[in-house]
């Protein structure tokens, strides 16, 4: 945060996705990010220094989007920062959760995560960004483009009345539904081919809906008391064993289980999913 000084060629060549230049910067050398040509986003909280036409690469300012924290009119019109095509205000609770995948909560307690790619995976809940802002969070909305919910991503959040999550999503972390809010009736998204261990341990879901594409449930994933009803789009082709507790708790009893016209048999012979008998 005291950093007033970028040098030249200072980081010429690195592999960063995104940077953020603090606010007491006032000069930043020639060639000081050329060639980081992976750059997507730039959060620039200085208004002490325009850069040369050279500090970047020329193709950068058509990829990478500059965020700034004020004064968008100034960026925009300033000669050096100008460049950049895209130019985006940052909200001062906003941040990245993933190389390419920003977050920022709104004045109505909606959370907003934005982007490309994965989100990152936490090993704690209390490493997630918006984890001291938890009483804040009304909605969450994972925009399409993310393909990865991190790991503790949304871990307790039980005041959250509403989650709209994307078909881009491929992945679901270890715990990152954990004890929240989630819809009582959910259905994983079409395109999800993996569910951490403890993805939606303890959660509110008493109606689930799994997709044919997923290929992997991790321990626990589902150790859900409330949990009724599982339909499963799975064929019996490529069902795939799960542990006693990824499904249900306890016994099973009381479940229902949907499948698939002809598939029955299979699942009732199938690791994790026979004890389901309904």
């Not at 006032?26 to 050279?54: D, R």
């Not at 193709?59 to 990478?64: D, E, K, R």
């Not at 989007?65 to 985006?88: E, H, M, S």
């Amino acid at each position: 945060e005291i950093l007033t000084y970028i040098g030249e060629y200072a980081f010429r060549g690195c592999n960063f996705a995104n940077i953020r230049i603090p606010k007491h910067v006032s000069y930043l050398g020639v060639a000081a990010f050329w060639s980081c040509l992976n750059l997507k986003s730039v959060i620039c909280e200085t208004f002490n220094v325009s850069p040369s036409q050279s500090v970047f690469s020329s193709s950068i300012y058509n990829t990478a989007t500059l965020y700034v924290t004020d004064f968008l009119q100034y960026y925009t019109n300033d000669a050096g920062w100008g460049r950049f095509g895209n130019i985006k205000m940052l909200d001062s609770k906003t941040d990245f959760c993933g190389d390419n995948v920003t977050w920022s909560i709104g004045s109505y307690g909606q959370l907003n995560i934005s982007g490309v790619g994965a989100m990152y995976d936490y090993k704690k809940p209390s490493d997630v960004p918006w984890s001291s802002m938890i009483n804040e969070i009304k909605y969450v909305y994972v925009n399409k483009g993310v393909t990865h919910i991190g790991a503790n991503a949304f871990y307790g959040m039980n005041n959250v009345s509403y989650f709209s999550l994307p078909n881009t999503l491929t992945s679901i972390g270890g715990y990152a539904f954990a004890g929240s809010g989630i819809d009582e009736k959910f259905t994983i998204p079409q395109n999800v081919t993996s569910v951490g261990d403890y993805a939606f341990y303890n959660s509110r879901i008493e109606e689930l809906t799994i997709p044919s594409n997923v290929q992997k449930i991790g321990a626990l994933a589902f150790c859900i008391s409330r949990l009724k009803t599982v339909t499963s789009k799975i064929p019996a082709d490529r069902l795939f064993a799960v542990d006693y507790d990824a499904l249900g708790s306890g016994n099973g009893s009381g479940i229902t289980l949907n499948v698939p016209y002809g598939a029955a048999s299979k699942y009732k012979t199938k690791d994790g999913w026979s004890k389901l008998t309904n």
